[in-house]
Nanobody
């Protein structure tokens, strides 16, 4: 199992940037694909981005492609989400997720098995 703790959320103006972090504890972090989901007010939780075990493959929702970047540091058991050019519709609770996929290269089917508690991102217009 893996435990996840997000940080880095906050209030930012439209067009601004934030960097979310997710600290993972537990064994074999390098065998987990990692990802981010978000849930806006009154909305369902939706996929944002995923990254494979090595960082060599990433996958993004169309709504964030070109603005958000997911990365990971296996030496530090961390995964990051850089949010640029933020829009009011990006306002949501952002959740870090992990899925044991071992050395699977592609992450287009990432759904997440383990979840953090979430961090709030609010974008003002």
């Amino acid at each position: 199992q893996v435990q996840l703790v997000e940080s880095g959320g906050g209030l930012v103006q439209a067009g601004g940037s934030l960097r979310l972090s997710c600290a993972a504890s537990g064994r074999n972090f390098e065998l987990y694909a990692m990802g981010w989901f978000r849930q806006g007010p009154g909305k369902e939780r939706k996929f944002v981005a995923a990254i494979n075990y090595s960082g060599g493959s990433t996958y993004y929702a169309d709504s964030v492609k070109g603005r958000f970047t997911i990365s990971r540091d296996n030496a530090k058991n961390q995964v990051y989400l850089q949010l640029n050019d933020l829009k009011p519709e990006d306002t949501a609770v952002y959740y870090c997720a992990a899925e044991f996929l071992a050395h699977t290269y592609e992450v287009t089917t990432f759904t997440g098995d383990y979840w953090g508690q979430g961090t709030q991102v609010t974008v003002s217009s």
